[in-house]
C-alpha cells in the first residue's frame, strides 16, 4: 500500500511503502463501531448515585386514610410515583460500564480506520513536523502552509514540548503521540497528519 507524502507546502513529494495489513484492510462497519463503542464505555467512571425509595427524605405518615377519599390508595410519599420519591433502579457507584475487546479486535479494527482514512484521502503523511517556537501561531501558519487548517488530528511518534505548547489552543486540532492514538480520534477528525515515524510505529504496534 502506498501512501502520499507531503512536503511543507503542502504538495506531494513522494510515496510510502506501508503495511497492506494496516492501510490495505477491508472496512468492517460492525467492528469499527463495536471497537468506538467499547473504547467509549471503557472511559466512563461510574460515579453517579441516585436514591432508591428507602433512602430519600420523606415522612412515614400514611398520606391519606386507606379508604374513602376515592383516591388511589398510597402508603407513602417516598415511592417512585411520587415527586421527590426514591428512584425504582437507582445508578450505583459501583456501576461497571466496561466492555471487553480483544486485542486482535481491537487491531483489526484500528486497520480498518486507517485503512478507510486512506482510501477516503483523509490520511496524509509528512516526513517530521517540528515548530521552532511554542507559539501557537506559527503552528497555525505552518498547517495553513500544509493546507490543512482546518478539523485536524496530528500524530508524531514523539510529541515535542514546542508542538504540544503551540497547539493545545487551537480548538479544532489535537496533537498525540502514535501509542496514543485511540479510534474515537481517528474517526472524529476530517483530517488525519501522520509523521513518517509515527506510520512505523503503527506497524509496530497493530501491524
Do not use: C
Not at 501512501?3 to 503495511?19: H, P, T
Not at 374513602?68 to 410519599?77: E, L
Not at 503523511?125 to 515548530?131: C, E, G, K, R, T
Amino acid at each position: 500500500m502506498e501512501l502520499k507524502v507531503i512536503n511543507e507546502q503542502g504538495q506531494e513529494a513522494a510515496k510510502l511503502q506501508a503495511s497492506d495489513v494496516l492501510f490495505g484492510r477491508e472496512f468492517n462497519e460492525a467492528l469499527v463501531h463495536q471497537v468506538v463503542v467499547a473504547y467509549q464505555a471503557n472511559a466512563r467512571s461510574g460515579d453517579s448515585k441516585q436514591k432508591d425509595r428507602s433512602e430519600v427524605r420523606h415522612t412515614t405518615t400514611k398520606p391519606w386514610r386507606q379508604k374513602g377519599t376515592g383516591r388511589a390508595r398510597s402508603g407513602s410519599n417516598g415511592s417512585p410515583l411520587w415527586r421527590g420519591g426514591g428512584r425504582i433502579f437507582p445508578n450505583s457507584p459501583e456501576q461497571n460500564y466496561t466492555q471487553k475487546v480483544n486485542k486482535k479486535m481491537f487491531r483489526a479494527g484500528m486497520a480498518a480506520i486507517l485503512s478507510e482514512l486512506a482510501r477516503q484521502d483523509r490520511l496524509v503523511v509528512i516526513d517530521d513536523l517540528a515548530v521552532d517556537a511554542p507559539k501557537t501561531k506559527l503552528f497555525a501558519q505552518k498547517l495553513k502552509g500544509l493546507g490543512l487548517d482546518g478539523n485536524l488530528l496530528v500524530i508524531t511518534d514523539e510529541l515535542s514540548e514546542n508542538l504540544y505548547l503551540s497547539s493545545r489552543n487551537l480548538p479544532n486540532v489535537l496533537v498525540l503521540e502514535a501509542q496514543e492514538a485511540d479510534p474515537v480520534s481517528l474517526v472524529r477528525f476530517a483530517k488525519v497528519l501522520v509523521t513518517k515515524n509515527a506510520v512505523a510505529k503503527f506497524e509496530e504496534m497493530w501491524g
